[in-house]
Nanobody
């Protein structure tokens, strides 16, 4: 049974930093592309960043490219999202996802088979 468990969310001030973690179990972690998405109530889930199995392929949404960093530790089955210079518009529930989107667009949520329960990030301005 595959499980993805996010942690690290919280309430911060604009300009602060947060580091989200997502611990995975029940899958061969290094074989999966991992991604972060986020969602605001009433809006569609939005792609944030993705990292390939060995960490060589990394892609970001343009809106976060300069401020967020995705990384992974395959020895610990964990993917991270370092978020710096947070803005109020970063407020959302952040989800990690795992999949094998071979030949598919990595920024589509349909490319990922497994999802965590989400962690809330709230940035006050």
């Amino acid at each position: 049974q595959v499980q993805l468990v996010e942690s690290g969310g919280g309430l911060v001030q604009a300009g602060d930093s947060l580091r989200l973690s997502c611990a995975a179990s029940g899958l061969t972690f290094s074989a999966y592309t991992l991604a972060w998405f986020r969602q605001v109530p009433g809006k569609e889930r939005e792609f944030v960043a993705t990292i390939s199995g060995r960490g060589r392929g990394i892609y970001y949404a343009e809106s976060v490219k300069a401020r967020l960093t995705i990384s992974r530790d395959n020895a610990k089955n964990t993917v991270f999202l370092q978020m710096n210079s947070l803005k109020s518009e970063d407020t959302a529930v952040y989800y990690c996802a795992a999949g094998t989107p071979l030949g598919a667009r990595m920024d589509l949520d349909s490319s990922y088979a497994y999802w965590g329960q989400g962690t809330q990030v709230t940035v006050s301005s």
